[in-house]
């Protein structure tokens, strides 16, 4: 019996490193080509690898971003936002917009909804980056759908837009509400 179980452990690893060295090789691929992530339309292996460790990067900020809001932290937030928004919008209607919308909204945030729908997204100003439709799910268990839009300035993430309880048709997913 114990060999049987080995066996599965192994035959489970092979196929782990299989999947790992086939992402891998994708991503080198994809990069190695020359391969422009934001080229439109492009719903190839080839793009989808090399916007993949973009999407992530972006998903990471995103998130911590929203635990910032949680904590009611609005200078972290403002610093968060991307230079092109706050130049555009002024300084004092983007923290207007933090302190009045965003840190409300995610202050009763517990979890995420089980959906996320993820999107490739351009800016006003012509930065590339990534559209995430969640829902935050509150401490009664309500779920309130939020969009939070992530582009990339001068080599870093930034958050170009939060649209807090707003629901978008066709990318927040209804089951969830």
Same mark, same amino acid.
């Given at each position: 019996?114990?060999?049987?179980?080995?066996?599965?452990?192994?035959?489970?690893?092979?196929?782990?490193?299989?999947?790992?060295?086939?992402?891998?090789?994708?991503?080198?691929?994809?990069?190695?080509?020359?391969?422009?992530?934001?080229?439109?339309?492009?719903?190839?292996?080839?793009?989808?690898?090399?916007?993949?460790?973009?999407?992530?990067?972006?998903?990471?900020?995103?998130?911590?971003?929203?635990?910032?809001?949680?904590?009611?932290?609005?200078?972290?937030?403002?610093?968060?936002?991307?230079?092109?928004? !706050?130049?555009?919008?002024?300084? %004092? #209607?983007?923290?207007? /917009?933090?302190?009045?919308?965003? *840190?409300?909204? +995610?202050?009763?945030?517990?979890?995420?909804?089980?959906?996320?729908?993820?999107?490739?997204?351009?800016?006003?100003?012509?930065?590339?980056?990534?559209?995430?439709?969640?829902?935050?799910?509150?401490?009664?268990?309500?779920?309130?759908?939020? !969009?939070?839009?992530?582009?990339? %300035? #001068?080599?870093?993430? /930034?958050?170009?837009?939060?649209? *807090?309880?707003? +629901?978008?048709?066709?990318?927040?997913?209804?089951?969830?509400?």
């Amino acid at each position: 019996m114990l060999l049987n179980k080995e066996c599965r452990l192994a035959r489970c690893l092979s196929r782990s490193v299989l999947g790992l060295q086939i992402l891998l090789w994708g991503a080198a691929s994809a990069q190695a080509q020359g391969v422009d992530p934001w080229k439109p339309n492009d719903d190839s292996f080839e793009g989808y690898m090399a916007r993949e460790p973009m999407r992530r990067e972006a998903e990471a900020l995103a998130s911590t971003f929203i635990e910032t809001a949680r904590a009611g932290n609005t200078a972290e937030l403002l610093r968060m936002v991307s230079p092109t928004s !706050v130049q555009t919008s002024g300084r %004092e #209607n983007v923290e207007r /917009h933090l302190d009045r919308a965003v *840190v409300p909204f +995610f202050a009763q945030h517990r979890d995420f909804g089980r959906s996320t729908t993820t999107s490739t997204a351009k800016s006003a100003s012509g930065h590339f980056g990534f559209a995430f439709y969640r829902y935050s799910v509150r401490a009664n268990g309500e779920k309130k759908p939020f !969009v939070i839009y992530v582009t990339q %300035e #001068n080599g870093r993430w /930034h958050v170009a837009n939060i649209l *807090v309880d707003h +629901f978008v048709p066709g990318r927040h997913r209804p089951s969830e509400q």
